[in-house]
């Protein structure tokens, strides 16, 4: 175990070092004089060589690089060129909010995928197996953003069950909070339960096609508890491993559905940030997607080891 | 994958080349004919929108403005009056070329990186494999929004996006089979006959993995379509008053009143992904029985 978690993690501080590259030097090529962000078009040339020194925006770009990233590493990560508010402030209200989206996302997506998954394949080829595979492959094509104005036309609009868009804290007001949350949430857990759906089908065809399913099928087990307690105990370890790969989709899909619903969270303010030319909000979310992306797939090869022991070697 | 087998035992009567056997499994497997008739409508629709298009996407007619779907307007009118219908038509064209120059360039580009990353090895492999990660750690979408954020909002620009966003993928699986290429018998054999890395690469090695690399890149069309209207619906994609499918639905979305404005080009989008992904799967299974069938 140790060594599986010391080998990725010598793997991971690399890949992590260049990530940081990337994005500084995608963010300082972004187009456009960033003083002119925060001073406006009025300020005169001595304003803007102030407001530069004060935003760390001199000197040339390899020293800037190793300020931002020791900065970074300590936990600053500058201020907005639009509020001047830290990033690790906005970050920190912004970032809730996906991960509400994105917890509601997946447990969309498991209630629905995995039974469905296993309805199909212990049916397979008839009628069940061929109903949820079409859904699924529907699920798999549809947009995020079109089937999140579908929810908005036929839920919000149409039958006025939910608020079309907006976000209430929880704490203000939970149900409210919970009303809000259903139909983005519904956008990415009905797309991602489809593919929770066709990786719990062929994992479990796989394992069900296995001896020692047989073996408990040939003792008398009855066929529930073969199924659920045999099969689907040992599929699911590829399940949980696509799952946790498919992290980053779910950072995709939020960046649009929070867009579409006007939720407060990271991707939205990564859209935002990208359209004011305020690159310090942009670094900041993206780089909170990417670390987060990594760390997500560290802890699912660790929880793939400690599902399958197996794997441990 | 003709390189693959030896001269000698050729069959007495010419077999279909692999390319006609791997074309005919697609073509009968009921997703690939499904997505073939799609795609081959989106196409139809695309190319022949100057003549076949009931209305010009662009010109305004202040006096049917937002009209539901009718026999004058099959799919309804938008904001300004123009007809949806046309403008899904002209949008096709516009989504399919970006789709196809983007996987072509990430195809190539890509390739490229993967044998020269797998043939080298060492220290080079190692960079531009470690390189290839860190892009990967990034959602597609994340990647391509900020890049067009850099070049700024236009088509050129989104086909350069995706293509980036796709060519770690690439390039990944290229490496791998040429690691694994570069231990088979008669790659060693070429190289003992003196023939030359450039050689190799091109006569020996690319054909055997053109084959998964087709296949790969039929799966990658549906992400790139979705990343493009997705981009589109930002507002970074083809500018008004181009038409575009994604910037239709979010333009849509505003008049929710009138649901055929982004009810249509939203199915549009969901068809062609949809054919994309069928092709795609359909041109899996039909290399993966072929392998076997040969390795029998």
Redesign the interface.
């Known amino acids: 175990m140790r060594r599986v978690l010391t080998g990725r993690l010598a ?1 991971m501080l ?3 070092l ?2 940081t590259v ?1 994005i500084f030097a ?2 300082n ?3 456009g004089d960033p003083t002119v962000t925060i001073l406006g078009e009025q300020a005169t040339a001595e304003q803007r060589a102030r407001a530069r020194a004060d935003f760390g925006l001199d000197g040339p770009i390899p020293v800037r690089y190793v300020t931002w990233l020791a900065r970074a590493a300590q936990g600053d990560l500058g201020r907005s060129l639009r509020s001047n508010e830290p990033v690790v402030h906005m970050l920190r209200s912004r970032v809730p909010v996906t991960l509400e989206l994105a917890t509601f996302s997946i447990l969309i997506a498991v209630l629905i995928g995995l039974p469905a998954g296993v309805l199909s394949a212990r049916f397979r080829g008839g009628w069940v197996d061929v109903v949820v595979t079409v859904i699924s ?2 699920g ?7 089937l999140g ?2 929810l ?2 036929a839920l919000a ?1 149409g039958l006025g069950l939910f608020p ?1 868009s907006g976000y209430v804290a929880f704490s203000l007001d939970p149900l409210g909070n919970l009303r809000h949350i259903v139909l983005p949430a519904l956008t990415i857990g009905l797309s991602f339960a489809a593919l929770v759906m066709r990786q719990t089908r062929a994992a479990m065809l796989q394992v069900l096609s296995q001896d020692y399913i047989r073996t408990a099928r040939a003792k008398g087990l009855r066929e529930r508890r073969v199924v659920m307690h045999h099969g689907l105990r040992n599929a699911l370890i590829p399940v949980v491993t696509v799952i946790g790969l498919q992290i ?2 779910l ?2 899909g939020a ?2 559905t929070e ?2 619903f006007a939720l407060p969270g990271l991707g939205r303010m ?2 935002e940030g ?1 359209f004011q030319r305020d690159f310090p909000a ?1 670094q900041g979310a ?1 780089l909170f ?2 670390t987060a ?2 760390v997500v ?1 560290l802890l699912t090869d660790l929880l793939y080891a400690v599902l399958d022991p197996r794997v441990k070697s | 994958m003709s390189a693959a087998l030896p001269q000698a035992s050729a069959p007495p009567r010419p077999a279909a080349s692999p390319m006609r056997v791997f074309l005919r499994r697609v073509v009968r497997s009921w997703q690939g004919a499904c997505g073939l008739v799609i795609l081959t409508l989106v196409l139809t629709a695309a190319l022949s929108a100057p003549w076949s298009a009931p209305w010009s996407p662009i010109e305004v007619d202040v006096e049917r403005i937002t009209e539901g779907p009718s026999w004058l307007h099959l799919f309804g009118t938008d904001e300004i009056g123009r007809d949806v219908l046309s403008r899904v038509m002209y949008g096709a064209g516009v989504s399919l070329q970006v789709v196809v120059l983007a996987v072509a360039m990430a195809l190539l580009v890509g390739s490229i990186i993967g044998m020269v990353a797998g043939w080298c090895g060492g220290w080079v492999e190692m960079l531009i494999m ?2 290839m ?3 990967m ?6 990647l391509a ?3 067009v ?2 070049l ?1 909002p236009d088509l050129m620009n989104v086909t350069f996006a995706i293509a980036t966003t796709k060519v770690p993928g690439f390039a990944r699986l290229v490496r791998a089979e040429v690691l694994t290429l570069r231990q088979v018998d008669f790659i060693k054999a070429a190289r003992s006959a003196g023939a030359s890395d450039l050689r190799i690469l091109a006569r020996h090695i690319w054909p055997n993995v053109s084959g998964n690399v087709i296949v790969y890149a039929s799966l990658s069309a ?1 992400q790139a379509l ?1 990343t493009e ?2 981009l589109s ?2 507002g970074l994609g083809a500018q008004p008053p181009d038409p575009s499918w ?1 910037y239709m ?2 333009t ?2 505003e008049y ?2 009138s ?1 055929w404005m ?2 249509f080009p ?1 199915l549009a ?3 062609t ?2 054919a994309f ?2 092709l795609g799967d359909a041109a899996r299974d039909a290399l993966d029985s072929r392998l076997l069938h040969k390795d029998t």
């Open positions: 793997q690399p890949v992590m260049i990530v990337v995608l963010t090529l972004l187009p492959l529907c798999m094509a549809v947009p995020y953003f079109w104005v579908l908005i036309l609009v079309p980053g989709g950072f995709g960046v649009v867009t579409v990564l859209v990208i942009v993206v997607i990417v992306v990594l797939n | 470690r390189i990660d860190a892009l750690a990034f959602p597609l979408l994340v929004l900020t890049i954020a850099i700024g549906s979705i209207s997705a619906f930002l994604g639905v979010a849509g979305m929710p009143s649901w982004s009810v939203g989008i969901f068809l992904v949809l992904n069928f």
